[in-house]
């Protein structure tokens, strides 16, 4: 299962924006009903900012809402579906978790005008994998040296597993490519996002994943 925080429509440019978008959200979830408490209960556990523009190079509020829907729609629903195919002894199923976002923003036709940073998206794996062939001239200037960190440790990931070279990476563990160097980290965690999925489906979203 090959799951990444992915962008979404929706283009945020700050904090309070991304709360706005959060309570609407929300309310659709809940039948209209608003829910102040647990909107303070999503902010408080994706480090929601409230000094309007703030943010860093490793969080900021795009990066924040595109991970907490992907929780819901994909990491959390494939760590589920993960667990119960790997309850048959007839099969072994593995997860990767790809932190790595590209390097470069969006283009101005992709995004009306308006830049902003990318986290990673549904087939940046395989973008990388392929060796950028679409994505190059409509959303990026280049391929850069982080980028092609991405495609080099994805092909040295799929060659080894292939000819099985990695029997360290059991069902147990994760793989985890991460945005800088070292690249490639198991963990022994079994579950991406773990804690966050708890307190998702124990405040009633669990049957909320993507389909396609």
């Known amino acids: 299962a090959v799951v990444s925080t992915q962008s979404t429509g929706n283009v945020l440019n700050n904090w309070t924006a991304a709360s706005t978008l959060l309570d609407q959200r929300l309310q659709n979830f809940l039948g209209g009903v608003e829910n102040t408490t647990l909107v303070n209960m ?31 729609r994909a990491t959390c629903p494939a760590n589920t579906l993960t667990d119960t195919l790997n309850s048959s002894p007839q099969m072994q199923v593995f997860r990767l978790y790809i932190e790595h976002r590209p390097s470069d923003i969006m283009s101005n036709s992709m995004n009306q005008g308006e830049h902003r940073r990318w986290g990673s998206w549904h087939g940046w794996d395989t973008e990388a994998l392929f060796n950028f062939k679409y994505f190059r001239d409509s959303q990026y200037n280049e391929t850069a040296e982080h980028d092609v960190a991405l495609k080099t440790q994805l092909r040295t990931l799929l060659k080894n597993f292939v000819c099985g070279h990695m029997r360290e990476w059991a069902p147990q563990k994760s793989i985890y490519i991460r945005n800088n160097a070292p690249w490639v980290q198991f963990l022994n965690e079994s579950q991406p996002q773990q804690d966050l999925c708890r307190f998702w489906y124990n405040n009633g979203f669990k049957n909320w994943g993507w389909q396609n």
């Open 42 to 72: 999503i902010e408080d556990q994706y480090d929601w900012e409230t000094s309007g523009n703030d943010t860093t190079d490793a969080w900021w509020p795009q990066k924040a809402w595109d991970t907490l829907t992907t929780d819901i």
